[in-house]
């Protein structure tokens, strides 16, 4: 999400809202090889045909002066820094300039996510960009999956199964 150049997040962008995001800090996947960096988890919304965006900005970084360095965050995690689960400072690299590095203490970590979470659950919830199940979406419905279960069982029932044909051939003394 830090990264100046802005093309992945515009793709996103336009065809979905973002309804939160959560910063992980480095070291969560530390377990997983090359996974030491933070982590982010963005939930988004698919925004139907012809509706226009009510997303929070999240294509856009700012420059940020953190730990004696000048380091890109995305505009999102500046204007929500509660979002971030730990402390941001400025990694340097040895082949670029610093990135935005973030710290915490791993027994909060767990208190941490699920309240940034509920954070992104409010917020989609406040701007109507929360789940609306298709009963009270206007337009033509497609069948769930559970009607489609209901429709393929009714079916089975009113066929009965057909014998496999060597229980047939038993049936009639010939055998195979």
Do not use: C, K
């Not at 093309?7 to 910063?23: M, P």
């Not at 933070?38 to 009510?54: F, I, M, Y």
């Not at 999102?76 to 710290?103: C, H, K, M, R």
């Amino acid at each position: 999400m830090d990264q100046p150049f802005p093309e992945a997040r515009r793709h996103l962008h336009l065809v979905a809202d973002l309804l939160g995001a959560v910063r992980l800090p480095a070291g969560a996947h530390r377990r997983l090889p090359g996974l030491d960096l933070p982590t982010d988890l963005l939930v988004l919304r698919h925004r139907p045909d012809g509706q226009s965006s009510r997303s929070q900005d999240f294509e856009h970084t700012t420059t940020i002066h953190v730990d004696d360095r000048d380091v890109e965050i995305n505009t999102y995690f500046e204007n929500n820094i509660g979002q971030v689960l730990g402390t941001v400072g400025a990694d340097p690299l040895a082949w670029g300039p610093a990135a935005v590095t973030v710290s915490s203490t791993p027994d909060r970590l767990d208190r941490d996510l699920a309240e940034g979470l509920r954070n992104i659950t409010a917020h989609g919830l406040r701007t109507g960009l929360a789940y609306a199940p298709d009963a009270i979406r206007p337009g033509p419905q497609e069948p769930s999956v559970a009607d489609l279960i209901r429709q393929r069982d009714s079916q089975a029932a009113a066929t009965p199964p057909r014998p496999h044909p060597r229980h047939i051939h038993r049936r009639t003394g010939l055998d195979r």
